[in-house]
């Protein structure tokens, strides 16, 4: 069972450059999102999808974009990093559409450094 | 800004000790959900509690819902090295979920 899958794993950007961050579930997830976790901060959100064609902000959406073409893909995009970008990424689905009341299936993260 | 804070923070004792690590906010939810985290890999639910003064066990992890619904405390009997984690609480408020920034946990054999 794959579950949410994301990669790449590890990425290393210098300053200005741009990449994507790709998230696929295999569960016919409505709702899924995008965190970063930093040191003694918790997680936090950067942008959620309620289903296909939908996306909204979170509570750290400065400096990234996504979209939400399919139900099973939402990619993260860095237009132009920035090393307070540099943190560990984690993509997460959830049967709700809303998301409010159930389980959040997360994947494996991706850590990714800016120089 | 509603915030879930967690303690300890750190905390790192010997297999077969008893710990009690705390959720709390001063804003009530209406449902609160405990997280286990392992190096290198995402967060996975353990347990979603949803009534005032819920108990919900898993084995030897013990969870409660305050009376209020504004904290829960997580408590785990004889500790094991296999408990040694991120331990992460999140609760749902304005159908998102906030998260608290975690207690490490660490079992020494």
């Known amino acids: 069972n794959a579950g949410v899958t994301q990669t790449p794993k590890f990425q290393v950007l210098k300053t200005g450059q741009s990449m994507t961050l790709q998230c696929a579930q295999d569960m016919n997830h409505e709702y899924m999102s995008w965190y970063r976790q930093d040191p003694g901060m918790g997680l936090r959100l950067i942008h959620y999808s309620v289903g296909a064609g939908i996306t909204d902000q979170g509570e750290v959406p400065n400096g990234y974009n996504v979209s939400r073409s399919t139900t099973e893909d939402f990619p993260l995009r860095l237009l132009s990093a920035a090393p307070s970008q540099t943190s560990v990424y984690f993509c997460?689905?959830?049967?709700?559409?809303?998301?409010?009341?159930?389980?959040?299936?997360f994947g494996e993260g991706s850590r990714l450094t800016v120089l | 800004t509603q915030l879930l804070e967690q303690s300890p923070q750190f905390l790192s004792i010997q297999e077969g000790e008893n710990l009690t690590v705390y959720c709390n906010s001063s804003s009530v939810f209406s449902s609160l959900q405990w997280y286990r985290q392992e190096p290198g890999e995402g967060p996975v639910l353990l347990v979603t509690v949803v009534t005032g003064g819920e108990v919900k066990k898993l084995k030897r992890l013990t969870f409660q819902f305050g009376d209020a619904r504004k904290d829960s405390s997580l408590h785990i009997t004889a500790a094991q090295p296999g408990d040694t984690g991120l331990y992460l609480c999140a609760a749902y408020s304005n159908y998102q979920l906030i998260w608290g920034a975690g207690t490490k946990l660490i079992i020494k054999p």
């Open positions: 997460a689905s959830s049967y709700s559409r809303q998301g409010y009341t159930g389980e959040l299936f």
